[in-house]
């Protein structure tokens, strides 16, 4: 028997395209929207005593799937999700000696992005079996992490894929055990400065240490096409879809203490960001476990600090990472956390 809380959603990478493989890595998420999108045609011919278009002149033409769902930031369990993220560019190496183990994602070069099987579960109102749904040929178009103050970070993750199937056997869910939540508390953010990027088993260091920064979120787009919809498939997508030009663009809100990120947005000035969560329990030694985002050339946007009626002024701060030719990649995800793989 189940209630409304026996949801679940699992996913794997697929070894071909748009063929189902049975998912056996789960998620705790938050939020979802994984749906099927058809295209309908409605027969446009006219007939003596048609008043209303008939039934049996509507057609399928098209259908795809995609959605999204959303999961806390976790001291395990993010690895596979920013890999199908960046495109499967991901390393995992050992710190030293320790048990801690730091994983590196940069943006693949090359199309394709790896495709994803994802299986949702959802369980009916009044303790029936739970129903599952299977997405075939997911490919993630990008990600959008969240960091409020007083909260716990989120990402959610965007799918774009081929086809959906209710016939699939639901898989038996399960978790790693040992997770902790990254949180506010732990959290910094460094804005400018010289910033030396992570390694794979570094992390980003310098920076300069803000402490006027109030909530922070960044996108990341694949600028995956929407096409791939040829003759022989069916109606579905008989390709993944092709990388584009890629984007990386966030906002922050940010207390007006100086005029040095105002000054920034006025002269353009290039600056880099690190975004950093970490826990206050040590997988080993000063190994804690991390996640971090680097963006090493950042341009801002926004406004100049306006009065508050006597209140705290605060500044609305939009930004964009930029390919500055200097750094080998224009965004890293680095993660120090207690798997051994990703």
């Known amino acids: 028997m189940t209630t409304q809380l026996d949801a679940q959603i699992g996913f794997k990478k697929e070894t071909v395209f748009g063929t189902p493989v049975p998912v056996d890595t789960f998620v705790e998420f938050t939020a979802e929207d994984l749906t099927w999108t058809p295209t309908f045609a409605q027969g446009a011919g006219m007939r003596v005593g048609q008043r209303l278009a008939y039934s049996d002149r509507r057609v399928l033409v098209k259908e795809e799937v995609g959605g999204s ?63 599952p749904m299977t997405f ?9 992490l969240a960091a409020e103050n007083a909260a716990i970070p989120t990402i959610q993750f965007n799918w774009m894929g081929k086809s959906i199937d209710t016939a699939t056997s639901l898989a038996t869910a399960s978790y790693p055990s040992g997770v902790q939540e990254l949180s506010f508390i732990h959290g910094t953010v ?22 006027n920064v109030r909530d922070i979120s960044l996108t990341w787009d694949n600028g995956l096409d929407a096409d791939g919809f040829n003759f022989g498939a069916a109606g579905q997508r008989s390709r993944k879809p092709a990388l584009g030009m890629r984007s990386l663009t966030g906002s922050m809100t940010v207390e007006y203490d100086s005029n040095t990120l105002r000054d920034a947005w006025l002269a353009q000035t290039d600056l880099s960001l690190v975004l950093t969560f970490q826990t206050s329990t040590a997988i080993a030694a000063s190994n804690f476990p991390t996640l971090q985002v680097v963006v090493p050339v950042i341009r801002l946007e926004g406004d100049i600090p306006q009065v508050n009626g006597g209140g705290v002024v605060t500044q609305s701060i939009d930004f964009t990472g930029m390919d500055g030719r200097v750094a080998a990649h224009p965004v890293y995800v680095a993660i120090v956390t207690a798997e051994t793989a990703i």
Do not use: H
């Open 69 to 131: 769902f959303t999961v806390e930031g976790q001291t395990k369990g993010l690895g596979k999700l920013f890999e199908a993220a960046f495109g499967g560019t991901g390393s995992s190496n050992q710190i030293g000696a320790t048990a801690a183990y730091q994983q590196l994602f940069t943006p693949t070069t090359t199309d394709y992005l790896d495709s994803y099987t994802i299986q949702k579960g959802v369980p009916p109102l009044g303790g029936g079996t739970t129903n």
């Open 136 to 144: 075939a040929g997911m490919v993630c178009s990008g990600f959008t």
């Open 190 to 211: 460094r804005i400018g400065g010289s910033v030396t990027v992570p390694t794979t088993t570094t992390l980003a260091s310098g920076g300069t240490a803000t402490a």
